[in-house]
């Protein structure tokens, strides 16, 4: 069955430093792969998705995302953060054929300012 | 102009109760989606109808009944409540299945006491 794991429940940054968060999926088929942010007391909004094309992916608010398939991972990035960043990051991967979207747990990112 | 709306927005209510949750989507948009947010953020998908058909129902006991009069509307209607259904649920839509982006609404937060 689908899965898709990252790797960090709770994230604690300071302004300008630069974040990473993992997010590897189980399917060995052709993947369309999105991150979701959800600020605090909002609902889900869509940061970037990728289907075909270029494995480097680039969203709103300055963030990116690099597809490695021969990893299975999906890793969001953005090179300096600040305390607006401040919600829960959602990974979530959807097999072409499979009809469902799958997500991660989530990971909490606090931005000190 | 609100893409994806749900009312209401908080419900509380005790258990054994019926309580329904509507969402509307003005994007045009063929397929819409039921989510279920628990306490620890994670997100899972109960039903998806496509052109006012089901094509996704996963585990989800039959006390939850989803109702698509049209393809701008999904209702959820819970019967006999349990304490277990307390969460936060997500309306969704998009076009075409799945594997498009999905729009989500701003939840519905149900207590159940």
């Known amino acids: 069955a689908q899965s898709v794991s990252q790797h960090n429940h709770h994230v604690i940054l300071s302004e300008a430093a630069s974040l990473e968060l993992g997010c590897n999926y189980s399917y060995g088929g052709t993947v369309n792969l999105f991150w979701y942010v959800q600020y605090p007391g909002q609902h889900l909004q869509l940061l970037l998705k990728y289907f075909s094309g270029d494995p480097l992916v680039k969203g709103i608010k300055g963030f990116e995302a690099e597809f490695i398939k021969s990893k299975f991972s999906f890793n969001l990035r953005k090179p300096s953060v600040q305390w607006s960043d401040t919600a829960e990051y959602f990974c979530?991967?959807?097999?072409?054929?499979?009809?469902?979207?799958?997500f991660g747990q989530g990971t909490e990112l606090s931005v000190k300012p | 102009d609100t893409a994806v709306s749900q009312t209401p927005k908080y419900l509380v209510t005790q258990m054994g109760n019926d309580k329904s949750i509507k969402c509307e989507q003005n994007l045009g948009h063929d397929t819409m989606y039921w989510y279920k947010q628990d306490s620890k953020k994670f997100l899972k998908i109960m039903f998806s109808?496509?052109?006012?058909?089901?094509?996704i129902n996963e585990t989800v006991p039959n006390r939850f009944s989803p109702k698509s009069p049209d393809k701008a509307h999904l209702n959820l209607h819970i019967n006999s409540l349990e304490l277990g259904d307390s969460a936060v649920y997500f309306c969704?839509?998009?076009?075409?299945?799945?594997?498009?982006?999905?729009?989500f609404g701003p939840g519905t937060r149900l207590t159940v006491l």
């Open positions: 109808y496509n052109n006012k058909e089901l094509i």
């Open positions: 969704a839509s998009s076009q075409g299945s799945s594997y498009n982006e999905q729009f």
């Open positions: 979530a991967v959807n097999a072409v054929r499979g009809g469902k979207l799958i």
